[in-house]
Nanobody
Framework: VRLVESGGGLVQPGGSLRLSCATS????????IGWIRQAPGKGREPVAC??????????????YYRDSVRGRFAISTDMTKKTVLLDMRALKPEDTGTYYC????????????????????WGQGTQVTVSS
């Protein structure tokens, strides 16, 4: 599995940004692609996740959002269904951090999107800075 993020940058508070995660090597079923961020000096926290129980991602798949981003961030796929997008709006300075794309496999009882240790593969990250 290979994940490559892009789309980060500097944006003013209240602005918008779109991140992309190009995926390759996805196989099988019951996996999820998530976005996990890490603010300076803090641990990694998943912010959004797209879960599929078949062999490809879809905008109809169940999603997870962290409370602090729900209503402002939206996770989706593009037409190829191999790129996972994160549309971020109404950005705040506290959204600043390195955003990683991660892959996880469904657990026995739960998906585990909200747990950073559940992600098996990671991209290299893309920096998002929200500042005036």
């Amino acid at each position: 599995v290979r994940l490559v993020e892009s789309g980060g940058g500097l944006v003013q508070p209240g602005g918008s940004l779109r991140l992309s995660c190009a995926t390759s090597g996805l196989k099988g079923t019951d996996y999820a692609i998530g976005w996990i961020r890490q603010a300076p000096g803090k641990g990694r926290e998943p912010v959004a996740c797209l879960m599929t129980d078949d062999d490809s991602l879809s905008d109809d798949d169940p999603t997870y959002y962290r409370d602090s981003v729900r209503g402002r961030f939206a996770i989706s796929t593009d037409m190829t269904k191999k790129t996972v997008l994160l549309d971020m709006r109404a950005l705040k300075p506290e959204d600043t951090g390195t955003y990683y794309c991660g892959y996880l496999e469904k657990g026995i009882y739960t998906w585990g999107c909200e747990e950073p240790y559940r992600y098996k593969y990671w991209g290299q990250g893309t920096q998002v800075t929200v500042s005036s």
